[in-house]
């Protein structure tokens, strides 16, 4: 077996502190969610946690960040969007309203972040230049899905992302059953009011 190089192991390193993170944020809140209960539940010390993050700010920005990217990578890849010829797959699309209630964590995660940035002005700015860069990749996804039926849709594409979120936010922290049924049913009647 190849040894893992100081680079594959610094990975694996933050992979298990992220894990510990999400855990730890999900279960107790941002708050009270200390360094120590992180590197303890990652089974490292504070030298592991500090070598890769600044702070728990830093953590929390990070983790989010890269689910964030992997979202829209999945979403992305579910869609089957191909550029060139402009197409979407509807199957695709279906498939990941079905499977939008695993989201939880990361909407847990993203409404800590609202909170802290909320209260803290040094975060806010960090958070609001985050969630602005996922705003206007998420709203070129969902401007694909408009254009794959036609339609030119009357709001941006920040804005479509905006409403997007809140939506799908808003509707996993009421613990709807099927919350993707409802944005498939909201989304095809935006589509249907912008032809």
């Known amino acids: 077996m190849q040894r893992m190089t100081r680079t594959q192991q610094q990975q694996q390193t933050k992979e298990r502190l992220f894990t510990a993170a999400m855990e730890q944020i999900t279960k107790f809140g941002f708050e009270k969610t200390s360094i120590n209960s992180i590197t303890e539940a990652a089974g490292f010390s504070k030298g592991a946690f500090f070598s890769n993050f600044e702070n728990k700010y830093d953590l929390l920005l990070q983790l989010t960040e890269k689910l964030k990217f992997e979202e829209r990578a999945r979403l992305k890849s579910i869609l089957n969007i191909n550029d060139k010829e402009n197409t ?20 847990i995660l993203d409404i800590e972040m609202k909170l802290i940035a909320s209260r803290n002005q040094n975060f806010k700015s960090f958070y609001y230049q985050l969630q602005q860069e996922n705003n206007k990749s998420l709203g070129e996804i969902i401007y694909k899905i408009f254009d794959s039926k036609g339609v030119t849709p009357s709001q941006s594409p920040e804005s479509l992302a905006q409403i997007f979120t809140a939506l799908t936010e808003g509707l996993i922290l009421q613990n709807v059953d099927n919350p993707g049924k409802q944005i ?5 009647a935006i589509v249907e009011k912008d032809k």
């Open 88 to 107: 979407i797959s509807i199957d695709g699309l279906n498939a990941y309203f079905n499977q939008i209630k695993e989201n939880t964590v990361c909407v």
């Open 184 to 188: 498939n049913a909201i989304l095809d």
